[in-house]
C-alpha cells in the first residue's frame, strides 16, 4: 500500500479509537458543524471533520473506498499531488455542505467521515480509469464501467439531497467532494473550470 494511502487508513483508524475513549467530545471539537446545525463552527473543522468517524461501518466503507481507489491514484500520481487532491475534495465538500445544508436545509448534527475525500478519489478514478469494472460489494454480479458508476452515483446522491431523503448522510458534501476531486483534475491537467487555462 502507497505511504499516503496507508497513513490516511491508519490515522482515521486511530482517531476512531481516540474517539472511542473519549466520548461525544471529539466530534463536538472536531466535527463539522454548519450554522444551524447546533454546534459552534471553527475553521480546523474543515479538514478534521473527515477524520471522524460515527461507527465501525461508517469507517470501515470509507477506508476501503480510499485503499481501492486511492492506491491506483496514488502510484500514478505520486505523494504530494494525491494528498493534495484527497485534501482539496475534503474542504470542497465541507463548504458544499455548509452553503448547501447550513443555510438552506438547516439540517441538525455535526457531519463527520472521509466520505468528501473518497468521493473525490472516486471522481478521480473514474477519469483516469473509465472502464475500469467495479463490483458493489453487496451486489457483486454487477458489474460497472467506474465511469457509469460515479455518473449513476451522483445522479442519486443529487436526488437523495434535494428531495432530503436518508436523513443523517450528507449527501451535498459527497456531491461537493465529486466537484473538488474533478476540479484537482481538472487544475493538475492544466485546465480551468471551464476549459484551458
Keep these: 500500500m502507497p505511504p499516503i494511502t496507508y497513513t490516511l487508513i491508519l490515522l482515521n483508524m486511530l482517531i476512531y479509537a481516540l474517539g472511542m475513549a473519549t466520548g461525544p467530545e471529539i466530534v463536538r471539537v472536531f466535527g463539522l458543524w454548519p450554522p444551524g446545525s447546533g454546534g459552534a463552527f471553527n475553521i480546523w473543522q474543515l479538514v478534521t471533520y473527515s477524520f471522524v ?48 445544508s447550513g443555510y438552506f436545509l438547516h439540517a441538525p448534527g455535526a457531519v463527520v467521515g472521509a466520505s468528501g475525500g473518497v468521493f473525490g478519489l472516486l471522481l478521480a478514478y473514474a477519469l483516469y480509469f473509465p472502464n475500469r469494472v467495479i463490483s458493489i460489494i453487496f451486489l457483486p454480479f454487477i458489474r460497472i464501467p467506474a465511469r457509469t458508476f460515479v455518473y449513476g452515483y451522483a445522479a442519486i446522491e443529487l436526488f437523495l439531497g434535494v428531495t432530503n431523503t436518508a436523513a443523517g448522510i450528507a449527501h451535498f458534501a459527497h456531491l461537493g467532494g465529486l466537484f473538488g476531486g474533478w476540479l484537482s483534475v481538472q487544475y493538475f491537467r492544466g485546465r480551468g473550470v471551464f476549459g484551458k487555462r
Design 53 to 100: 468517524h460515527g461507527s465501525i461501518p461508517h469507517l470501515a466503507m470509507n477506508m476501503f473506498a480510499i485503499w481501492m481507489f486511492g492506491t491506483e491514484l496514488e502510484k500514478r500520481w505520486g505523494d504530494l499531488r494525491y494528498l493534495l487532491t484527497y485534501l482539496f475534495s475534503v474542504i470542497v465538500a465541507a463548504m458544499t455542505q455548509i452553503a448547501v
